[in-house]
């Protein structure tokens, strides 16, 4: 009753906690630890087979540099692949190319004139080389650049307190690579030379640039004035790294915050804003104000992209990528179903060894031998619990006294009694001498049987015993024979000592109760070797037993199998004591 209680409690409990998200051991790394650490025989769950992420992202990319960024300066795009590593940190590989664009309201004049434009790239505006040009020009520019880069993903978003998955996950990279740019500028006109005399064309001043409009205004003129063929390309710092002549590449830092959302088990999409920072000053095409200030501030390149993303595989198999599990899920569950659980009530108020919650007799009197319901035993039936009664076993028919005493009437005197069994052991004391002294090889004694896989004596079997004492209490100068055996089930080895033990038992017993010297025992053992019942019939009962026989010439102590792991067999008495006979 109580069993199908707590069925009935645990089955409601299942409908009450959601445990559809449980992680099944298939879907882990080491199924067979998972197993084990759901029966509670493992501390720790295995790690689940989790799916990769391919993404992809675009979105707007602009350079912080000397030179005005545009708005939108340009886009950026690419790929990612992402996996991870445990619950809080992933590893991210990913490739990305963009453009962007940069025009200066203000001008710039070259290093002859005190400027900043100090590359031979300039030379162009170089008045002292006899060029059109008059020394100053406005910055326009358009950079690409592309890289590759691994990136550290820490996330937070699944640490999770109140839900069993997260929708939303905050995360931040860090990750390194490297990075090619090409920087090509408006320097020229369509005929090759250099701008002139731009300043008086725009009608430039510092009031004007001061201005939101007057830049636009300053710009707008420009854009007239220039032929919106980006024709030179970039001055490139030596002493790079280059593939080739032409080919520059730089150590890249990127470093990144975004967010995203999950839309389903299979798709995610999230906003990030990454800096890329590079020791490259020339992303924009210049490097200095003036000639005089040569201070070197990196430009430093931003993206702020959508990034769409898939988990790869058969999410049959495996699970969502661990950024979108809460670690804490079966510690949580754990605890919640240790909450639901019923409280065990272990009191047995009137100590008879049977809990309450089980006892059908609360009040059973002290000392009384109960069942397993914890009522008071009356093996015989007369009404006087076994605790009381004074002739436990009283024959069934007679009336019994206070004391649970039958009455059963004198039909033989006492001599009578005595004569009849006189009359009737005389030839068996005949025979037993007969055989002590001449046919000890041919005795019978009795064998018993033990449970499955057990060694203890059964109390059906107290009386067999009884008898191999008393046979050898009337032949004191036999000697007896306890052979032990088992059936074929389990190992060789194990049988070998199960059935050992089992001659033990059967000795041990009759020399603690019936005082019988254990030298007069030789103790043998066959394990699963000597079987009666060959089919397998009736469980084995048959093959499970310790026979008894007279000792034979050819009968010696056999000693301790040798077992791996050893097999300790403790007894009261040192059978082994003596050489020649018993243990």
Known sequence: ???????????????????????????????????????????????????????????HFFISGDVDMSIPGGYGLGLHLRKAIHYAFSVRADVFYGQAAGFDPQPWSHSSQGGGLVEPTFNDYNPL??????????????????????????????????????????????????????????????????????????????????????????????????????????????????????????????????????????????????????????????????????????????????????????????????????????????????????????????????????????????????????????????????????????????????????NVPIYTTPDDVTILIDDKIAPLVAKIDDCCNECKGDWFLPMIHFDTDKSDIKTEYYGRLKHVAEVMELCPNVCVTAVGHTDARNTNNYNTTLSYKRAIAAVDYIVSNYGIDSSRFITRYSGENALIDTNGKEDNFMNRRVEFRVCNDADVNMSEPITTPPVTIKSKYNYRSNKNSGY
């Open 1 to 59: 009753m109580m069993g199908l209680s707590f069925t009935v409690l645990q089955a409601q409990a299942d409908n009450t906690f959601d445990n559809i998200n449980a992680i099944p051991d298939s879907m882990t790394i080491d199924p067979e630890q998972n197993a084990k650490w759901r029966e509670g025989e493992a501390i720790y769950p295995a790690k689940p087979k989790d799916a990769w992420e391919l993404g992809v992202h675009f979105g």
């Open 129 to 406: 080389l006899g060029t059109s040009g008059q020394g100053e020009w406005f910055p326009k520019y358009k950079t690409r650049q592309v890289y590759g880069a691994v990136q550290g993903v820490l996330n937070i978003g699944n640490i999770l307190f109140h839900d069993n998955r997260n929708k939303w996950n905050w995360y931040m990279t860090v990750g390194a690579g490297f990075a090619n740019h090409k920087t090509k500028l408006d320097l020229l006109d369509a005929d090759d030379n250099a701008y002139t005399n731009l300043r008086q064309a725009v009608d430039w001043s510092s009031a004007k640039f001061n201005t939101k409009s007057g830049r636009a205004e300053i710009k707008d003129a420009l854009n007239d004035i220039y032929d919106g063929d980006y024709e030179t390309e970039g001055f490139k710092k030596s002493g790079i790294f280059r593939l080739g002549d032409d080919i520059n590449f730089h150590v890249v830092l990127t470093t990144s915050m975004g967010i995203s959302r999950k839309i389903s088990k299979r798709f995610n999409i999230g906003i990030e804003h990454q800096v890329m920072l590079q020791d490259n000053d020339y992303l924009d095409g210049v490097k200095f104000r003036t000639a005089l200030d040569q201070t070197n501030n990196a430009d430093i390149g931003h993206y702020t992209n959508i990034r769409l993303a898939i988990n790869l595989g058969d999410l049959d198999k495996r699970t969502e990528p661990l950024y979108w599990l809460n670690p804490l899920n079966t510690t949580l569950n754990d605890i919640a179903e240790l909450k639901r659980r019923p409280i065990f009530d272990l009191s047995d108020d009137d100590n008879d060894g049977v809990i309450n919650k089980l006892d059908q007799e609360l009040n059973t009197l002290k000392g009384y031998p109960v069942s397993t319901k914890g009522i008071a035993l009356d093996s015989d039936g007369d009404g006087y619990p076994d605790g009381f009664d004074h002739e436990i076993y009283s024959p069934p028919g007679f009336e019994v006294d206070t004391v649970g005493v039958a």
